[in-house]
């Protein structure tokens, strides 16, 4: 069974990079361009995981993440963060704000994929089969 992927960014080319990059490895995806309509197909599709830009316009990836965490439906659903600039021991300022995790942009294409792995637990999107 695949395991979907929600992304949640209004940049038009992180979008597509990191559709790319998860379709190749075997995921499924769903996209959304703000907060607002990230949280609502959240709650509509049940995905495996969220990855949460911070900064959109409208409701911002903070806001966003705070309103999966506390509606039940979602609350147990993994969000990692996209940072777009350096944040440097800003880790547990993100955990706090309900991360589970975060990674910087540029997305680095290696390391996502085990990141999403080690949420994912071992049975993933992956299906052994080389793309
Ligand atoms: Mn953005």
Known sequence: MKRTILIIEDN?????LLRDLLTH??????????????VELARQC????????????????ITATRL???????????????????MAGDREKML??????YVSKPIDT??????????LGDD????GMDR
């Open 12 to 16: 038009d080319l992180n979008r597509l």
């Open 25 to 38: 490895h075997g995921y499924e995806v769903l996209e959304a361009v703000n907060g607002q309509a990230g």
């Open 46 to 61: 049940q995905p495996s995981l969220v990855l949460m830009d911070i900064q959109m316009p409208g409701m911002d990836g």
């Open 68 to 86: 999966l965490k506390v509606h039940s439906g979602t609350c147990r659903l993994p969000v990692i963060a996209l940072t777009s600039f350096a």
């Open 96 to 101: 706090l704000a309900g991360f589970d995790d």
């Open 110 to 119: 290696r390391q996502l994929p085990l990141l999403l792995k080690k949420h």
């Open 124 to 127: 993933d999107g992956e299906d």
